[in-house]
Every structure is written in C-alpha cells, then in structure tokens.
C-alpha cells in the first residue's frame, strides 16, 4: 500500500525545479501512463484508506490524481463496496476537486472529469442549490474565456430550472458563445499545459473535457436560457436567448418544435423589454420569418393590440385566446404584458413631452384597462423610478402648483473618470473580440463542410428570391428529433 501511495504522491515534481511546459507534459503523461498500470492496486489501496488517498491527490497540487481518487470513491459509492466508504468523505473530494481543480492538469484527464462533472450534475450528492454552484463555477474556471459551448451546459440549465436556483448559473448562461463541439479539432502544435493556449484548442472531444453535441441539444440550451431569464424578469436577456433559439439553422422547409415555443415567448417578452414588437434578425431565414407569424396569429394579435393605442383590443386579444395561453403554458407571461401595457405608455410620453402635471398623465392612461386616481397614478410612477424602468423624476407642485413628473435623459453624464473606465472596457472587448475572430477564422476556412454548407446557402437564397414560401407546410418535427432528456415546452413560462 505504501508503494501505491507513493505512486499516487509522485506527481507533479517538484516547484523548486521549475520545470519548462515539454517536461511538465511529459511528466503528466508518463503520471497518467503508470496510474493506468498499476490502477487495480491503486484501488485496492484508496478503498482501504480513502482518508489517506485524499490527503494526498490535493486538487490544487495533483488534479489527475484528485480525478482518479474521486472516481475510484464515486464508483465505489455506488456499488457493493459502499460500506466501507464515508459519503461524507467523497462529498468532500468532489466539493474540493471541483472548485479547486488546477487549470492545466486537468487538461490531461478531461473525460475523468467530464465524467465525474455529469455525476455530480444529477444531484446524487449534493443540494441543488450547491450542485449549480459546483458546476457552473468548474466550467467558468475551465474556460474564463466563455466561449465554448460544452455538453455540461445543458443538464446544468436544466437543473437550475427545475430546482429554481437561476442565480447560481448566470455566470455561464451569460456568456456570448463562440464555439461549439462537432467541428473539426484545431490543430496547433501547442502544449496542453501551455497557459496562454485558447480554450477551443483544449475544450475538445478529444480532450474529453467535452462530448459531442447534437444540434437539438443547442437549440434546448438557448430555449433553456430564456426560460431561465424569464423567472428573473430579465426581459431583454430573455429576449435575446429565444431569439438564438428561434434563428437557429434547422432542416429546410421544417419547423421545430422547441423554435416555435421560443417564437411565442420571443414577441411576449420583446413587448416586455422595449414596449413594441421585436423584429427578427436579417440573417434569419426567409422559411422562418414566414412561417412562424403564420403557426402564431394569436400572439401576433396580441402583439399587434399591444401596440393599437387603446386597450380594448388588448382586452378581447387576451380574453378570446385564453385556451391558446393555456395550452402553451404562456398564461402568466400574456399577464405581464397586459400590466406592462399602462406602464409603457407612461414611458412613451416621453418622446412627446419633457415635463407633464400628473392630471395629465392620469387622464393619458385612464382608458388603459382601469382607471387610475391621483394617488394611484404617483403611487405607479413612484414604484416604476425605484425599478428603474422609467428615467424621470417626481416632484411636488408648491404654491398650489399640482405634482408633475420631469423626464430625464435615458443615459446621464459620465465623469471623466467613468470614461477612461468605458474607453478601457471596450479597447478590452475589441481586442478580445478580435482574438475570436482570429480563431473562428481559422476553424472554418478549413472546414469542407462549412464551405460547402455556404455554397448551399447561397442557391437557398437565390431560390428563395423566386419563392419565399415554397411549398408550404405547416410540419412539426418530432420531438425526438429536437429534445433531450425530459425538457418540456406546454406548461412553463
């Protein structure tokens, strides 16, 4: 046994030789090599003095051994062997070796770890709450970048989902993504222990640290993350995440399932972020932006009645499509856009006016589904300043002078210290900005099917021209074809 720890122990050398990236590589390698010689014993040994093994295979200092530790445990948790094992001893080498895993050495043991991820991920060990935080911390600190797409994203935004615990994963459904699994690796001749290499060099299915995803599995994350920004009324990042899901490439002529829930939440939630119709994108394709109005009359009616000036039409949109709500669990969202509806012609008076008394306002809104009194209509003004979705101010009328509200402008004077901040920001994001560029570039002037897919593209919209709608058919695709796991799309908003 002492051996098999001593084995266990070996790895990485010593600090003080400060060894090059080549012969760290080659240390890590031929660490991996003997381990997987000698792994039988080496269970044998962590099973029988675990507290030992863990002492040893500290994350910080040995993440590849820390992996292995924390699989023999896993595995054994599980199994005949469980009695022997403490769970609370392999809670600890999971919490430990997931939030302190060494950036760089877990490169060279990326399926170990993926693995071990996915299993944390089913909530098996840990608090739900805990469970996000653990993961969505393991991917930020392995790709600080954000911006590669791995397969842990998903079950993680759906976990976050079910167990109502979204702050734990914003710092990941946040992220602008770049990259995604499936294309061909990158070559680069570089190490994987070299600190400065770009994470799409190192977050590959070869690397393990990633599985292939299907495109079905995308298209749920981005369907995911609106559902995710909409339970914290973040309209505008909801917005944006149906959007992704609504404009993602699919089969020709072919309507997804889990696109068209994201359209009907996309026009609800565009009305809640900016108070007018959202317009899809010019690199949407033309089948999309055709057919979808046409599978959602009742949400492009509501829409439409938003925007008419008067609330009744909004009233009888709401009431005559109660079933449609219902059917597609969009009932409490059409009640925000309906309580939304008084607030947003408040916001639009500003186009219109820098100062109004509030016998004014009240009397601009009063046909706005229920009418307001004096007091009622400052106690609305009031809440709407505080939340920060109207830029104005209120002021009390003096002398016998009534209250009135003043607009301000949407975005105030910065000091010149708050520039510089700005002009850094975005120097900063510009050159991060380019780097990507770089690597994308790289990625698709090589790839024969990105370039035979553009020359596709190109014959689409030249047909399309002819055509818009070709022969249109009104045609789910199956669920199969477009889900993963369990997700369902009927009963939540």
């Known amino acids: 046994m002492k051996q098999d720890f001593n084995l266990l ?6 600090r003080e030789l400060h060894i090059e990236d080549q012969q760290l590589d080659h240390a890590a390698k031929e660490y991996i090599r003997d381990l997987n010689l000698n792994k039988a014993e080496l269970k044998k040994a962590v099973l029988s003095n675990h507290a030992r093994a863990i002492e040893i295979a500290d994350p910080t200092t040995n993440t590849i051994g820390c992996c292995l530790v924390a699989s023999i445990l896993t595995d054994a948790l599980r199994s005949k ?90 710092p990941i459904i946040d992220r602008d993504l770049t990259f995604f699994p499936g294309a061909p690796t990158m070559r680069h001749g570089r190490l994987l222990c070299d600190a400065a290499l770009p994470s799409p060099y190192y977050i590959t299915k070869s690397t393990g640290l990633t599985d292939d995803v299907e495109p079905a599995h995308v298209l749920e994350y981005y369907y995911v993350s609106g559902l995710l920004y909409t339970t914290r009324r973040n309209w505008t ?31 609800l939630v565009g009305l809640l972020a900016d108070g007018v119709a959202p317009t899809l994108p010019n690199y949407t394709l033309t089948w999309t932006k055709h057919s979808f109005p046409r599978l959602c009359t009742a949400y492009i009616n509501l829409t439409e009645s938003f925007l008419a000036g008067t609330s009744e039409p909004l009233t009888s949109t709401v009431s005559t499509n109660a079933a449609t709500w219902e059917e597609d669990g969009t009932q409490s969202l059409v009640a925000e856009v309906v309580d939304a509806y008084q607030r947003w012609l408040i916001v639009k008076l500003r186009h219109v006016y820098s100062r109004l008394p509030i016998s004014q306002i009240q009397q601009e809104i009063t046909s706005a589904l229920m009418s307001l009194n004096a007091g009622d209509v400052i106690a609305l003004l009031e809440s709407m300043i505080a939340s920060g979705s109207l830029k104005a101010e209120l002021r009390r009328g003096t002398g016998g002078e009534e209250d009135y509200l003043i607009f301000q402008e949407d975005r105030a004077l910065l000091s010149e210290a708050d520039f510089a901040r700005e002009i850094a920001q975005s120097h900063h994001t510009i050159t991060a900005l380019t780097e990507e560029y770089k690597l994308v570039n790289e990625r698709l002037s090589t790839n024969r099917e990105y370039v035979s897919h553009m020359a596709r593209e190109k014959k689409r919209a030249e047909k399309e021209k002819e055509n818009p709608m070709g022969d249109f058919e009104e045609n789910l695709e199956d669920d199969e074809d477009l889900m993963t796991g369990d997700m369902q799309i009927d009963n939540t908003d």
């Open 9 to 14: 122990a070996s790895f990485p050398p010593p």
């Open 237 to 267: 990042k909801a917005r944006k995440s149906f959007e992704r899901a609504v404009t993602y490439p699919g089969k020709d002529h072919g309507v997804s399932r889990i696109s068209l829930a994201a359209y009907k939440r996309w026009l």
């Open 81 to 170: 062997d469980s009695t022997a094992i403490e769970p609370a001893a392999v809670h600890q080498v999971l919490f430990n070796l997931l939030s302190r895993f060494d950036v760089l050495q877990v490169r060279y043991v990326g399926s170990l770890f993926r693995s071990i991820l996915e299993e944390v991920c089913t909530g098996k060990f840990f608090s739900p709450l805990l469970t996000a935080e653990l993961a969505s911390a393991a991917i930020s600190r392995l790709d600080p970048s954000g911006s590669v797409y791995t397969s842990a994203y998903l079950p993680v935004a759906k976990l976050a989902l079910a167990e109502d615990c979204v702050e734990a994963v914003l």
